[in-house]
Structures are given as structure tokens and as C-alpha cells.
């Protein structure tokens, strides 16, 4: 089976950049969606398909995907943004990765 | 408006079976996969299985297969999950996504919490 590693955490100050990483074998070749969960809340697509926001998300949130690795970048980190985020693939079925816990301080 | 609505919250004894359900509404339900996502207490996402309601093809994720079923009515667009004999582990919040490869789980239900203790 596909296996997915990111982080288990990730902190960042008020108004910098934040960036979350997910890896797994030749990762570059398919495309990566990225969730958010805030506590007690279903996830939300932030990112699909490797770089594009769905409608809402705001543009400081960004994607890129390449060799091994894809990111997710959050620019201007703001208090909100505090969630756990996890990557997704599609290999057969719905990979997703462990989840990134995303404190902002 | 594209939304999933799941059934409320049920509180069971280990043993005991347990069907859970997710309605689709404000797109065409027979064209798009629904993913069912497990959520421990505390814990990451875990996707039990696929299915896609036009045909009911149905893919299981290794480590709940032969744990659970997933079945889909679409006449009245509801996909289920449904446990034959509960145990406390299975205690977690289950959420149905729609899951399409080009565009992810872009709509989540509110999410089913299943608590199973004796």
C-alpha cells in the first residue's frame, strides 16, 4: 500500500510562513490534495490537484508538488489558520497522510 | 447546494449492529464517489472504503475489509456503512466525503459519532 508521511507538527508566528510537507515514493507523479480540520469540525479542501484553491480558500494558501514531496504553504499565517492538515493522493483508492498539527504562536 | 447529511449520533454495546447513513443532495449522486473516513478520538483520518453509487463498485481499504460493509440506495442517493457486530475500538467519528480524482473530497458530511460501550 502507498504510504504518506508528514510532520506531526508545525509552529509559526503571527503573519509568517508556514510550510507543511508530505512525502511519499515518486509523490511528484500524482496529484496531492490537501485538508483542513479545525477542532470539532469536518475537514475542507484547501488544495486539489497539486497547486489550485477552491472556491473561498483564500489565496494565502498555496500548493506545490515535485519528486518526492508536496507542500503546502500557508503565507501570512493568521490565527484562524490554527488546524490540523493532512495530504491525500489517490493510488488505487484514497491514501490520506498522518496529519499536521499547525500551532500558531 | 451540494450537501451530506448524515444520521445523528448513536451510543451502542459491543456485539450489537449498527447502519449509518449518508444523503446526498444538489448534484447528481450516481456520478461521483463517497468515501467513508474514520476519525479515532484524538487521532488522523483513515479512509474505510470507496463506493460509487451509479454501479455500487466497491473498494475497501486493507484494514477494514471483512470489518464493515458499504452499500449505496440510489434511488434516494444515501450511502451506508454498516457494522454486523460492534466493539469498542470502532468508537470514532465517521465522516462520508465526496471523493472524485479530480477534485478530492470537496463536500463532507457533518460527521456520525459512534460510541460503543458496554
Known amino acids: 500500500s502507498y504510504d504518506l508521511s508528514q510532520p506531526s507538527s508545525v509552529s509559526v508566528s503571527p503573519g509568517q510562513t508556514a510550510s507543511i510537507t508530505c512525502s511519499g515514493d515518486?509523490?511528484?507523479?500524482?496529484?496531492a490534495f490537501w485538508y483542513q480540520q479545525k477542532s470539532g469540525q469536518s475537514p475542507v479542501l484547501v488544495i486539489y490537484?497539486?497547486?489550485k484553491r477552491p472556491s473561498g480558500i483564500p489565496e494565502r494558501f498555496s500548493g506545490s508538488n515535485s519528486g518526492n514531496t508536496a507542500t503546502l504553504t500557508i503565507s501570512g499565517t493568521q490565527a484562524m489558520d490554527e488546524a490540523d492538515y493532512y495530504c491525500?493522493?489517490?493510488?488505487?483508492?484514497?491514501?490520506f497522510g498522518g496529519g499536521t498539527k499547525l500551532t500558531v504562536l | 447546494e451540494v450537501q451530506l447529511v448524515q444520521s445523528r449520533a448513536e451510543v451502542k454495546k459491543p456485539g450489537e449492529s449498527l447502519k449509518i447513513s449518508c444523503e446526498g443532495s444538489?448534484?447528481?449522486?450516481?456520478?461521483?464517489?463517497i468515501g467513508w473516513v474514520r476519525q479515532m478520538p484524538g487521532k488522523g483520518l483513515q479512509l474505510m472504503g470507496i463506493?460509487?453509487?451509479?454501479?455500487?463498485?466497491?473498494r475497501y481499504s486493507p484494514s477494514f475489509q471483512g470489518q464493515v460493509t458499504i452499500s449505496a440506495d440510489k434511488s434516494i442517493s444515501t450511502a451506508y456503512l454498516q457494522w454486523r457486530s460492534l466493539k469498542a475500538s470502532d468508537t470514532g467519528i465517521y465522516y462520508c466525503?465526496?471523493?472524485?480524482?479530480?477534485?478530492?473530497?470537496?463536500?463532507w458530511g457533518q460527521g456520525t459519532l459512534v460510541t460503543v460501550s458496554s
Open positions: 466525503a465526496r471523493l472524485t480524482p479530480p477534485t478530492g473530497g470537496d463536500y
Open positions: 444538489g448534484y447528481n449522486f450516481t456520478s461521483y464517489w
Open positions: 490537484k497539486d497547486t
Open positions: 491525500q493522493v489517490w493510488d488505487s483508492s484514497v491514501v
Open positions: 463506493i460509487y453509487p451509479g454501479d455500487s463498485d466497491t
Open positions: 515518486k509523490l511528484g507523479d500524482k496529484y
